[in-house]
């Protein structure tokens, strides 16, 4: 059964980054390593550009699965930020879920690693709370692509929408008049070809 289209609002919007550490980035081999990051920090610099509530989580950080992603601290360093001593689902450590219901959002747009599991999880109990969730599938990665396509079914049969980072921006901005320069700015640091695009604009618009 289709779902009504819910569009994302970024005045009802909020971020959870779950366990995109030094140690499980490794795991990642359904993208490529280079792409994936940039994707993470894109999706993390766009949070930041629509001033969304952002909540920054580790899963046990002193074993294998290693800190956080240091330039996610350098974007975030004032942002709810909880090392689980050892819950494999985020949504099951009391202090995640008190910061998640204490931003008031109810649209939660989320990325980690693994994907069947850092996302996946939290993405499932979620939306059984009623949240509408968005999984930004190029910020999650995990083994290979059949791990990462069952859990992709998983969560949509649950309800959650499918979204890369860009369309996340898009949805969010809603008009290329609200910002230009700004939006323009954010697309041509993470995409190669799009700084192309911009360049001629300005050059066409001095």
């Not at 204490?102 to 994907?115: N, R």
């Not at 049969?157 to 901005?173: D, I, N, S």
């Amino acid at each position: 059964m289709s779902k009504p289209y819910v569009r994302l609002d970024k005045n009802n919007a909020a971020v959870l980054l779950v366990d995109h550490q030094a140690g499980l980035l490794s795991l990642v081999r359904d993208i490529d390593p280079d792409r994936f990051k940039n994707n993470v920090l894109a999706l993390a610099d766009l949070a930041k550009y629509f001033k969304l509530p952002t909540i920054l989580t580790t899963s046990f950080e002193t074993g294998p699965n290693g800190p956080l992603v240091p330039e996610l601290k350098e974007i975030f360093p004032d942002a709810s930020y909880i090392a689980r001593p050892g819950q494999i689902n985020a949504w099951d450590n009391e202090e995640f879920l008190a910061a998640v219901k204490a931003t008031g959002k109810k649209q939660l747009i989320i990325a980690g690693v693994v994907t069947e599991v850092c996302v996946a999880f939290p993405t499932l109990s979620a939306l059984a709370e009623g949240y509408d969730v968005f999984v930004v599938t190029d910020a999650s990665g995990t083994f290979n692509e059949l791990t990462r396509d069952s859990a992709w079914e998983r969560m949509t049969a649950a309800g959650a929408q499918l979204m890369t980072w860009f369309g996340v921006a898009c949805e969010l901005h809603r008009d290329w008049r609200n910002d230009i320069e700004g939006l323009g700015a954010l697309f041509s640091n993470h995409i190669p070809d799009y700084r192309n695009l911009i360049t001629s604009y300005t050059a066409l618009t001095k």
